[in-house]
């Protein structure tokens, strides 16, 4: 189903329901991601803090591997989405 | 390290005549102009994955990454999540519709409803300015990196690795520039894996250990783990601007979607790449680089008189190799480090001479009459040509600083590839001249803001002080291309604009069909 077009076939918006769908998620990893740099560019002594007593693993560590594994996780889910979306159609 | 390494030459030795003897094999299979810019789109999902990956991981990734680490400690995870946050905008936003839209360039999507000749020319040209100074970039770097690990006069290294780029290209096309890149990507995933166990197996695969010992042996002590030593806050956020959105405007790695089969298969090897780059900048950065920090703390042969790391901090990853796995590892690194070089340079050549023949001559000068044939025979031409012009750029480049040209094909790409290619897609509202002029703007205010900044303003011309403070201009180019294209866009009333944006209709309609 085209979402975008309306009565007449013109189209509403630039984008379908997946296409927003997408830029959503698009905008929310960029949007994580960009939170992340201004906080080391900002308050870099916040992401010093250290969480274990020899003081070998900071904030800026864990934020960093969250994010990398948010990266896998939220696209992971998308695909699988995307998969069981396509199989429905098929 | 400055002799020749025999595992190191019999290793790129066996590369080299592996992949001549595939260039032979594709140029025999490549008939016509789909075959040689697009590989006939025969690769499979993962292969091409692969590819990327590999375009990708390239030396400066590899070893900058290391060398980063090594040097600042976490402020070097900008260069790793800005290309995993770089990739899944690709994924998502750009790699199916880019995949529908187009042929063989970036340019064609970008003109695909908009007016074919002056947008074509602006992207055909914007490419060939990231072309030229990626390649160049790389090229200077593989000289002085080959004359360092092999002994190799640096003029010599650069025409073996130009030649060699030369005839992949020419006589192959995209069937053998895709393979180089796969089986180099498989050398370097092999290197790095390997790289990575005999790192933590010094510490008894003890992570935590590591980083204690880490912090202990480096100047900064705990602060290894906290950002802001590298950069000032606004170079890091336009130096995380730039690499995110510049990824995604390379046209080397964008011509790649071309080569499968069809949107989702696009789709499915941008997947791949990320979990590929993903894994391996992970280890790269938290296992490698921190590692290096204690293990060539003392390490013999490491340091030079004065203290420093022989070869500079890029040859952190080499002197690890040899520190925790010996010669013959030391040999294969060095090999993987060749021909990552050699992949990624056949790749930016096959772009740029696509934009000078697909783009330049057939599309605007030719008017999209020139036959096949005669258009394979400019990319040919136009391949040895920047061949040529390569080689000379990096013998006269050879003393000049590499990492800035890097970082302004990066900011070029976000402020003149980037803004056009992703509003050409979405935006009902872009016009041509809105796309021209913003383009325009961002190209130029990024070469602006670089030739008043401190690297050349004052480092190379001399000056006191720099008018832009900055190093990097991303964080001002990018909107201002932004700005500009939405701003002219606008306030386009003219007929042409109406088609334009008439256009966009039936490329929403190809699109969604």
């Not at chain 2, 136009?382 to 000379?392: D, Q, T």
């Not at chain 2, 832009?468 to 201009?473: A, D, L, R, V």
């Amino acid at each position: 189903m085209n979402d975008r077009t309306g009565a007449a076939g013109a189209p509403r918006s630039g984008m379908t329901g997946t296409q927003r769908l997408r830029f959503t998620l698009a905008a929310t990893l960029a949007g994580v991601y960009f939170v992340l740099v201004l906080v080391m560019a900002l308050f870099p002594a916040g992401l010093a803090a250290t969480l274990d007593d020899a003081g070998t693993v900071s904030v800026g560590m864990i934020a960093s591997l969250v994010m990398i594994l948010l990266v896998f996780v939220v696209m992971g889910a998308f695909v699988r989405w995307i998969d069981r979306r396509m199989a429905g159609r098929s | 390290m400055s002799g020749l390494n025999l595992v190191a030459a019999a290793t790129f030795g066996v590369f080299v005549a592996i992949t001549l003897a595939i260039t032979w094999w594709a140029a025999r299979h490549t008939q016509s102009a789909h075959d040689f810019y697009a590989a006939g789109s025969r690769i499979t999902g993962a292969q091409n994955g692969l590819a990327i990956a590999g375009d990708f991981l390239s030396a400066a990734t590899f070893l900058g990454i290391t060398g980063l680490t090594y040097l600042f400690g976490l402020d070097a995870v900008v260069y790793v999540l800005s290309a995993l946050t770089g990739l899944a905008l690709m994924t998502l936003l750009i790699a199916e519709p880019f995949r529908r839209l187009g042929r063989f360039t970036l340019s064609d999507v970008a003109a695909y409803r908009l007016r074919q000749k002056p947008v074509r020319a602006f992207t055909a040209v914007t490419s060939l300015v990231v072309v030229l100074f990626y390649l160049v970039s790389q090229m200077v770097g593989a000289g002085a990196l080959i004359q360092l690990l092999s002994g190799l006069p640096y003029a010599g290294a650069v025409a073996i690795i130009g030649a060699l780029m030369t005839i992949y290209v020419t006589a192959g096309g995209m069937v053998a520039t895709t393979w180089v890149q796969i089986i180099k990507a498989v050398l370097m995933l092999i290197g790095i894996a390997v790289l990575a166990f005999s790192t933590l197996q010094q510490f008894d695969f003890d992570l935590l250990r590591l980083y204690r010992e880490a912090s202990a042996a480096h100047a900064l002590g705990g602060r290894i783990f906290a950002p802001g030593a590298m950069l000032d806050p606004v170079s890091t956020v336009s130096l995380a601007l730039a690499l995110v959105f510049g990824f995604v405007g390379l046209p080397h790695v964008l011509m790649r979607l071309y080569t499968v089969p069809d949107a989702r298969a696009a789709y499915h090897s941008m997947l791949y790449a990320t979990l590929i780059i993903g894994v391996i900048s992970a280890f790269v950065f938290f296992v490698i680089g921190y590692g290096a920090i204690p293990l060539l703390a003392d390490a013999p042969g490491v340091r030079d008189a004065g203290g420093k790391i022989v070869g500079g901090s890029n040859m952190v990853a080499v002197h690890l190799a040899r520190v925790v796995a010996g010669d013959f590892f030391l040999g294969f690194i060095s090999a993987s480090v060749f021909a990552t070089i050699l992949a990624v340079v056949a790749g930016l050549t096959l772009a740029g001479a696509s934009a000078l023949s697909h783009d330049l001559y057939a599309n605007v000068l030719r008017h999209g009459q020139a036959n096949e044939q005669e258009e394979l025979r400019v990319t040919r031409g136009a391949a040895l040509a920047l061949g040529v012009i390569s080689i000379l750029l990096a013998v006269l480049f050879e003393k000049q600083n590499i990492a800035y040209m890097a970082s302004l094909v990066f900011a070029i790409s976000a402020s003149a590839n980037f803004p056009i290619l992703i509003l050409a897609i979405y935006w009902r509202g872009l016009t041509t001249r809105g796309a021209l002029a913003g383009g325009g703007v961002g190209l130029v205010t990024t070469i602006a803001l670089i030739l008043l900044g401190p690297t050349v303003w004052v480092e190379i011309l001399g000056n006191a002080k720099p008018i832009f403070p900055w190093m990097y201009p991303a964080l001002f180019s990018m909107p201002a291309a932004f700005l500009v294209t939405w701003l002219v866009s606008a306030l386009d009333r003219s007929p042409a604009a109406e088609e334009d944006r008439r256009q966009f209709d039936l490329q929403f309609q190809q699109l969604n069909s």
